[in-house]
């Protein structure tokens, strides 16, 4: 005891965490994930909107495929969102579209190929390949090629030789590795499973906010009143948690509507029963103590000393609760989202993912069921093992 006398509470806690090296490991496992989210179509392989990027004639390939793409610009203008709308939209289309080629070679100004399943050998002019045309047009002079193309949104000329044309194709194809291969859509799984970490984590931040925000005022109040108020809400609190948690979710669900955001709504508006039990606990005990008795004969409100004298004294018993509620969340949102209630396809989540290959799990795909399902238990024991961590780091006993 002698070590830790004079160090505060907070730092105390703080290097109780710093010893713990499941604390350290589970922290680093939220932090990833969060930051895979939160930075979404700038790490994933496949940049577009929800990772929907389907080519079909390579679906279900092996981890580790190879296939090499031809891009073809879309004949539209085209130009890049900014980076925050990217990030609210998960991404930005792509500005070609991706044709899987088994063969090809260039003849003259034209790419002759024959595309992944097709017996038919096709070719296309390589100013189609390489530029927006849009409004804009081709013309063949004396000296090369004459193209009013869009660049970055706006309509600008350029001449190129037939030289310079074929020097510029092998921008146009790229070979791709698929390191967890495709979906049955043809969709990098990769990118499908980092596009999954958005939808959990924001719906694990955002009810746990919920919760946290009707939990605590409740128990607040019905801790500190307590007589009628305090009845009141242990009814109403009650009844809720006699109804089970999947239950009450899945009527909020269908009342309101499928979709993303229902899903936050629904999950918490059902997990801040626990909250409100805890904290007024734990405001009944504090209630008492000679700092709350001193706070009201110096005429302090009831609201101040609730959120600033009582609030600060009961958090440690919280912010575990509120660890094991966004597991909770998790795991609810996945199975909204497998039941076919939460997130809707094509927005990746963990829980459709599952249910979109959970039928190939006696094939060799097996494989695309349940690398949603590893990635659910790493992020669910994670946010289990750093809450046991916070609870013996803010045991004073400890």
């Not at 007024?280 to 005990?285: D, L, S, Y």
């Not at 409100?301 to 440690?316: A, E, Q, T, V, Y």
Request: proline share 3%.
């Amino acid at each position: 005891m002698a070590e830790k006398k004079g160090i505060s509470p907070e730092k105390l806690t703080f290097k109780k965490l710093l010893r713990n090296r499941i604390a350290q490991l589970s922290f680093g496992v939220i932090l990833l994930i969060t930051l895979i989210a939160i930075l979404g179509p700038f790490v994933r392989p496949d940049h577009s909107p929800d990772a929907n990027t389907q080519l079909l004639s390579i679906s279900r390939m092996k981890p580790g495929f190879t296939a090499d793409l031809l891009m073809v610009h879309k004949n539209e203008a085209y130009k890049r969102p900014n980076f925050f709308t990217c990030i609210a939209d998960g991404g930005w289309e792509y500005s070609s579209n991706y044709i899987p080629l088994e063969s090809w070679e260039i003849k003259s100004d034209s790419v002759f190929y024959k595309a992944t399943g097709e017996d038919e050998i096709l070719s296309i002019h390589l100013v189609d390949v390489l530029y927006h045309l849009g409004e804009g047009n081709h013309q063949k002079t004396n000296t090369g090629h004459t193209v009013s193309h869009f660049k970055d949104g706006e309509l600008v000329s350029e001449t190129v030789s037939d030289t310079e044309l074929t020097q510029r194709y092998s921008d146009a194809i790229i070979r791709k590795t698929y390191l967890l291969g495709t979906d049955k859509y043809g969709r990098d799984y990769l990118s499908r499973l980092m596009a999954g970490t958005a939808i959990s984590i924001s719906v694990g931040f955002i009810a746990v906010f919920i919760s946290l925000l009707i939990g605590i005022l409740l128990g607040l109040l019905s801790g500190y009143y307590r007589g009628k108020t305090d009845d009141f809400i242990m009814w109403f609190i009650n009844v809720i948690w006699s109804i089970p948690t999947l239950l009450m979710v899945m009527a909020i669900t269908l009342v309101f509507g499928k979709g993303f955001w229902k899903v936050f709504l629904a999950v918490g508006l059902t997990m801040w029963v626990e909250v409100a039990r805890i904290v007024r606990g734990q405001v009944i005990a504090e209630r008492e103590l000679d700092y709350v008795t001193a706070a009201r004969s110096l005429g302090f409100s009831d609201l101040r000393i609730m959120l600033k004298h009582i609030l600060p004294n009961i958090f440690s018993p919280v912010i575990v609760v509120t660890a094991a509620n966004f597991a909770a969340a998790i795991l609810i949102e996945a199975g909204l989202s497998f039941l076919g209630i939460g997130a809707q396809v094509p927005t990746p989540s963990w829980g459709n993912m599952i249910k979109e290959h959970y039928a190939y799990i006696t094939t060799d795909y097996a494989y695309l069921a349940i690398l949603p399902g590893v990635c659910i238990m790493i992020l669910v024991l994670a946010f289990m093992l750093l809450g046991n961590a916070l609870r013996d780091a803010l045991d004073v006993k400890s």
